[in-house]
């Protein structure tokens, strides 16, 4: 059974970069796309990009130009950086082999 | 970019009743739609994907349909446990993107 779980900082302050890593256990890498989502306080969800296990990369054209999904699969892990955040960063943060697989999700507050 | 509509945004219904979902999207996907429902606090899981596969473990009163660019999502009989709010997600090699949302209520 494929799990996954975010980790990092809890709370990043304005204008800093907001940096997460999802550990995966229990399936491969191969062939797979991992995304990243999130969803603001009462809010829907957002798709905010993907690495495909070649490493190429697809982000929401929203946020491409502050964000890098890269991978690690020697240490079963790929990781989401955004730069530059502010207050409507704030969201809960989830990685997922969607459709099928996805993480409990973090909590990510922008604040000083 | 893909563009998703789904609708209704809120629906008030009572157990027992058939619910009915709909999601547009702006270009053709083929079938590579899911349906999920997500509770307050708690990740998304996925009912259907592949528009109309059930994920192992869903009860068979979920149904999904569609191709292209209309999709259903159909609960035959509403049950207690099924009050949530459900979303649409596109999930091709091009893109991801997801619906709205609808908010199925008491």
């Known amino acids: 059974q494929v799990q996954l779980q975010e980790s990092g900082p809890g709370l990043v302050k304005p204008s800093e970069t907001l940096s997460l890593t999802c550990t995966v256990s229990g399936g491969s890498f191969r062939n797979y796309f991992w995304t990243w989502i999130r969803q603001s306080p009462g809010k829907g969800l957002e798709w905010i990009g993907y690495v495909y296990f070649s490493g190429s990369t697809t982000y929401n054209p929203s946020l491409t130009s502050r964000v890098t999904i890269s991978l690690d699969t020697s240490k079963s892990q790929f990781s989401l950086k955004l730069r530059s955040v502010t207050a409507a960063d704030t969201a809960v943060y989830y990685c997922?082999?969607?459709?099928?697989?996805w993480g409990q999700g973090i909590l990510v507050t922008v604040s000083s | 970019d893909i563009q998703m509509t789904q609708s209704p945004s809120t629906l008030s219904a009572s157990v027992g009743d058939r619910v009915t979902i709909t999601c547009q999207t702006s270009?053709?996907?083929?079938?590579?739609l899911a349906w999920y429902q997500q509770k307050p606090g708690k990740a998304p899981k996925v009912l259907i994907y592949?528009?109309?596969t059930l994920e192992t473990g869903v009860p068979s009163r979920f149904s999904g349909s569609g191709s292209g660019t209309e999709f259903t999502f159909t609960i035959s009989s509403l049950q207690p446990d099924d009050f949530a709010t459900y979303y649409c997600q596109v999930y091709n090699v091009y893109s991801r993107a997801f619906g709205q949302g609808t908010k199925v209520e008491v």
């Open positions: 592949k528009a109309s």
């Open positions: 270009q053709t996907i083929d079938n590579w």
């Open positions: 997922a082999r969607d459709p099928n697989y």
